[in-house]
């Protein structure tokens, strides 16, 4: 359903085939036509014999001429779907053989869902809530965390292979403009469908990671703090800030907090331990989301002044903090006068 709603928004069965060629397996794939009491419909028909064990697929894809993006993220996607596998069966050898997954039509889904999309130019995945319906013990396993509906259809709704390619999708969109929708029927029934938009205007959003790091300070002089935050800024720090609590016995103290890139952690790590009285700390990776911004130079009455804008549809601007302060040194005003009258 996944594939043939692509096929639906644009991207040619034609092209499909020529690039599943690339994995160089015999296999046929065409349009199969299902009847319903009201109406017909297609759906995508896979033709061929393969049942691959885990390390197969892995040499399969890896020896394969598929476009290097689509290769690792095809791979990635089994070795998540292995990972799971071990959790949730106890699985220790790595020439396992899944129950569906190295099928066939599996392979031929997993590799054409990304093929379809980057002919289609999908950068983001938008997925609405997830319908549960006599789920198998992998897509719960997957889809933690995620915001579900439970179902009783009788059917299975959603299987590994549909949970895993759709996992990191985003669950929340906002407005946007709809070029072009798509319906892919299922084979049990009328009511087993999936919509398929193609949008664009949504925003540009970048994901990534940051370590949140705390330890508590009860007895430090807080003056060092300004040469603390030197440090941790030079160190890579995103962001520094304390705040005032009363701990254990009523005595005050500080929580340093310090936002940090995952690849600057122990450097950070050691600049708390070196500059603080403190024995310990602890931390968190939390995933983030930015809206991407430019740097516009505008003239005003006091000079020029540069702005962080949003990129559409989200519109937030702000003068920029060091511009607006020289400003304020310059024509002796307050800085927030500034900032009101920008």
């Not at 399969?60 to 069966?89: G, M, N, Q, R, V």
């Not at 930015?290 to 937030?316: A, V």
Request: glycine residues 6%; contains cysteine.
């Amino acid at each position: 359903m996944l594939l043939y709603s692509l096929i639906g928004l644009g991207c040619p069965i034609s092209h499909l085939k020529k690039e599943l060629g690339k994995l160089n397996i015999d296999f046929a794939i065409s349009l199969k036509e299902i009847k319903y009491s009201h109406h017909k419909n297609k759906c995508l028909d896979f033709k061929g014999e393969l049942n691959l064990s885990y390390l197969q697929i892995l040499k399969l894809i890896s020896k394969s001429k598929l476009e290097k993006d689509i290769k690792e993220k095809a791979l990635k996607t089994y070795k998540e779907l292995f990972k799971i596998e071990c959790k949730i069966h106890g699985v220790k050898e790595a020439d396992f053989t899944f129950h569906h997954l190295g099928r066939l039509d599996a392979i031929l889904e997993i590799c054409g869902f990304y093929i379809g999309l980057k002919y289609l130019g999908v950068n983001d995945i938008y997925v609405s809530c997830f319908p549960l319906s006599n789920p198998k013990a992998a897509p719960l396993e997957i889809l933690k965390g995620k915001k579900v509906s439970t179902l009783d259809l009788g059917y299975e709704s959603i299987t590994p292979t549909a949970a895993i390619l759709l996992k990191d999708a985003t669950q929340e969109l906002c407005g946007f403009d709809l070029k072009k929708f798509s319906i892919a029927f299922g084979k049990c029934g009328e009511a087993d469908y999936l919509i398929a938009y193609l949008v664009e205007g949504l925003p540009e959003i970048e994901k990534d990671k940051i370590i949140k790091i705390e330890t508590n300070i009860d007895d430090m002089n807080p003056q060092a703090f300004e040469h603390i935050f030197e440090k941790l800024y030079e160190g890579g720090a995103k962001e520094a800030y304390i705040e005032q609590v009363v701990m254990k016995k009523t005595r005050p103290a500080f929580i340093l907090n310090v936002l940090c890139a995952p690849k600057d952690f122990e450097k950070i790590r050691d600049i708390i331990f070196s500059h603080t009285t403190t024995f310990g700390l602890r931390y968190s990776e939390y995933l983030r989301n930015k809206l991407k911004y430019n740097f516009i130079s505008r003239k005003t009455k006091f000079g020029k002044i540069r702005f962080r804008m949003s990129q559409p549809p989200f519109k937030k601007e702000t003068p920029e903090y060091e511009d607006c302060l020289i400003a304020a040194r310059k024509f002796k005003l307050p800085l927030i006068e500034i900032y009101r009258q920008l």
